[in-house]
């Protein structure tokens, strides 16, 4: 599996050319929630003080989604002609903040963040939540922690996602998040 990262990790990660020219940043993430994927990125310019370039970088611009850059194939791919899907949402404006729900209509908690795996896929994996009492005891720092595969259904219904509740596991860190998506047994709290 390639490597596990969160979409709020993403921003600001630059767009680079395989020439090794920096071409922009990623400003947000946009994702297809009913694929359960990364359909592109808003970019910004390079720096602290840039603003928006007012294009979106689709998905099958980018060669490779890396630990420390987007990796396009050269520098006009950021303003190609391909438009990112319209019914793409930006991540912040309809999933983080979302309910995390099971079939049978138990809360598992609240959508902090979502887990996507490196390389070519854009493919989501999970989501970190800050669970629900009655799914992991304790602390609620020990609860904000918490990590939930994505499963093969899932359902997008207005501010709610909704899991099988026979997939519902959680872990407590991407290790283990990787384990369960992979099938594995992982470590719950």
Known sequence: MDELMTARSLTTRPVVTLGGDAVAQVKDTVFDAAAGRIVGFALSGRGLLSGSLGHRLPWSAVHCLGHDAVMIRSR????????????????????????????????????????????????????????????????????????????????????????PGESVRVTDGLSGLGALAAGRPGCTP
């Open 76 to 163: 006009r791919d950021p303003a190609g002609a391909s438009a990112v899907p319209p019914d793409g949402e930006v991540l912040r404006d309809r999933v983080l903040g979302a309910k995390l729900l099971t079939d049978s209509g138990t809360e598992v908690g609240t959508v902090l963040d979502v887990v996507v795996a490196g390389g070519r896929s854009g493919r989501v994996v999970g989501f970190r939540v800050d669970a629900s009492k009655a799914l992991v005891p304790g602390p609620r720092r020990r609860r904000r922690g918490v990590y939930v595969p994505r499963g093969e259904d899932l359902t997008v219904t207005g501010r709610a996602l909704v899991l």
